[in-house]
């Protein structure tokens, strides 16, 4: 069974279990309600609505209010030295339809879960997570700052028998090119 139902000025097509993201509504989290702007309700058999279908509902739950990602408004008019850059974030209201009732009683409901999105405790999540990685990081530190200084420092060895060994066959591939870019200069002659 599905509905078309209508939520700030707009129309969805929902099912239960779906997710819906529509206008701001003033409701809080976790919040169960019922949505009584049923357009159309299918299925085994259709309910068309006069504009609304009577006695149709959609149960619905709140699990997310939060804004869209940004979009870019840029206005301009061309050799007036007009010029005008906006940011819009939209806030809606995500709902989980948790059950479509038609107007004979006949009922379709969701055997998924409902998630509701709190970003007050997902940001206290973050934090306390951050937190316990920094005592672990400076643990960690000190850890290593005393076996660093436990530890036996080495004698640094000397290099200078490779550098004077790599100089020489640096020396000898310039040779060689020349050699090469003088044998193809006489044979063009």
């Known amino acids: 069974m599905y509905a078309i139902i209508r939520a700030g000025g707009k129309q969805?097509?929902?099912?239960?279990?779906?997710?819906?993201?529509?206008?701001k509504l003033e409701k809080k989290l976790g919040d169960e309600f019922d949505v009584s702007e049923v357009l159309f309700v299918g299925g085994d058999k259709a309910f068309v609505g006069e504009p609304l279908v009577q006695n149709a509902k959609v149960r619905v739950v709140v699990t997310r209010q939060a804004k869209s990602p940004k979009v870019i408004v840029f206005k301009k008019k061309?050799?007036?030295g007009y010029r005008k850059m906006q940011g819009h974030r939209q806030l809606f209201t995500e709902l989980f339809v948790k059950s479509i009732?038609?107007?004979e009683g006949a009922k379709s409901e969701t055997e998924k879960s409902i998630i509701v999105v709190d970003p007050a405790k997902i940001q206290a999540r973050k934090e306390a997570f951050a937190a316990a990685q920094t005592k672990e990081s400076k643990a960690a530190k000190r850890e290593k700052?005393?076996?660093?200084?436990?530890?036996?420092?080495k004698a640094a060895k000397k290099?200078?028998?490779k550098k004077v060994a790599g100089a020489k066959k640096s020396a000898a591939k310039k040779t060689?090119?020349?050699?090469?870019?003088?044998g193809k200069k006489t044979a063009k002659k």
């Open 12 to 23: 969805y097509k929902v099912q239960a279990g779906d997710t819906v993201r529509v206008e």
């Open 78 to 80: 061309r050799r007036q």
């Open 101 to 103: 009732t038609n107007p």
């Open 145 to 153: 700052r005393a076996s660093d200084a436990a530890a036996p420092k």
């Open 159 to 161: 290099k200078t028998a």
């Open 176 to 182: 060689a090119g020349k050699k090469k870019a003088a």
